[in-house]
């Protein structure tokens, strides 16, 4: 097997160059950083993953750990996190809980089992009580819109915010009887991203002195089919429905499907908000207006929080948290029509 010292050689280089390279050192010129990778690949080098691991005490892995890995924003949000491990010298291994607190519990388990240096977790059903599995030695970011009373590292988006932003928005276009897809009205203590999303949509309704209807809210599976068949009943029931804000872009494709079959035009006949602004959101026909909650942001956030655990740069006590800022994309299923 070829060398790094063969790989210096073939390049005109020195070894220690070669190594910049291969760990992506900031400090190496274009035209040398190019010689390099040409020689790496003219030799066919590799580089000895187990060997290095034993020098660092480090596997070069993290897991990220998701619901599921089909929906469009969880594969965004792998694919965002992949880069940034990727131009950090590190691996990521992803599985998937199916919003399971089983399988959530058992995520963290086996990241320390297999030797993980950290781990990215999507808890969708981890509670309050949890909180300790997500704090100690190990490296873990949480990715969710639960709230947690103790101190962990913790990425989140805006989601009130974001529901505010996205409500105002259709009562601005006109919208006077408007209605939430994937919400639902529950108590002080039931924080999550329906009811997160649901209290900025009221708080729009209020703020625009339009009263808050209960039979507007609708719970809903996070899926296609769960906003097309709550989209559906919503329109059974309600003959005046000019505007949807959708919890999610999934919930909210699936609403147009069903406004379309039920001869309801968008945005002529109702308009439609999602959230999450995924790249499919661009693409629908119309296009649909979304809420973008900061995917980069947070994905930044998210591998300076688990880079510094790793490296030991952060005390043991210091935690973070982010939240994504949200802004309004507006696109064809919110247009004005003339």
């Known amino acids: 097997m070829p060398t790094m010292q063969d790989v210096a050689r073939h390049a005109g280089v020195s070894v220690m160059t070669v190594s910049n390279v291969i760990n992506d050192h900031p400090h190496v010129r274009a035209t040398t950083r190019q010689k390099v990778l040409e020689s790496i690949s003219a030799l066919g080098y590799h580089v000895n993953t187990a060997a290095r691991s034993l020098r660092q005490g480090k596997t070069g892995v993290i897991g990220l750990a998701v619901p599921d890995i089909d929906r469009p924003y969880f594969g965004m949000l792998a ?105 639902r009205i529950g108590d002080p203590d039931d924080i999550g991203v329906a009811t997160l999303r649901t209290r900025g949509y009221r708080e729009a309704l209020e703020a625009a002195g339009l009263a808050f209807d209960p039979a507007l809210v609708r719970d809903a599976e996070y899926s296609y089919e769960g906003g097309s068949a709550q989209a559906a009943a919503l329109l059974a029931e309600v003959d005046d429905l000019d505007g949807l804000f959708c919890a999610t872009d999934v919930i909210a494709i699936g609403a147009m499907r069903a406004l379309h079959e039920a001869g309801r035009r968008v945005p002529q006949d109702v308009r439609v908000v999602g959230f999450d602004d995924v790249s499919l959101a661009a693409f629908t026909t119309p296009s649909l207006t979304s809420i973008a909650p900061g995917h980069d942001e947070m994905a930044d956030a998210a591998m300076e929080m688990v880079l510094g655990r790793i490296s030991g740069e952060r005390a043991a006590d210091d935690y973070r948290s982010f939240t994504g800022p949200a802004r309004l994309v507006e696109r064809e299923s919110t247009a004005s029509v003339v």
Do not use: K, W
């Not at 950090?88 to 990241?111: F, M, N, P």
């Not at 030797?115 to 309050?128: H, P, W």
């Not at 639960?146 to 989601?159: F, K, L, R, T, W």
């Open 79 to 183: 694919r965002l996190l992949i880069d940034r491990a990727a131009a950090h010298g590190y691996e990521l291994v992803i599985e998937q809980t199916h919003a399971s607190r089983e399988r959530e519990v058992d995520a963290i388990s086996r990241s320390r089992l297999r030797s993980y240096d950290g781990l990215f977790l999507y808890a969708a059903e981890l509670r309050d009580d949890d909180a300790m599995l997500l704090r100690g030695e190990f490296p873990i970011v949480v990715f969710g819109e639960h709230a947690y009373s103790g101190p962990i590292d913790h990425v989140e988006m805006a989601n009130a915010d974001g529901a505010r932003l996205a409500t105002a928005h259709l009562i601005e276009r006109g919208c006077r009887r408007v209605g939430i897809l994937g919400g």
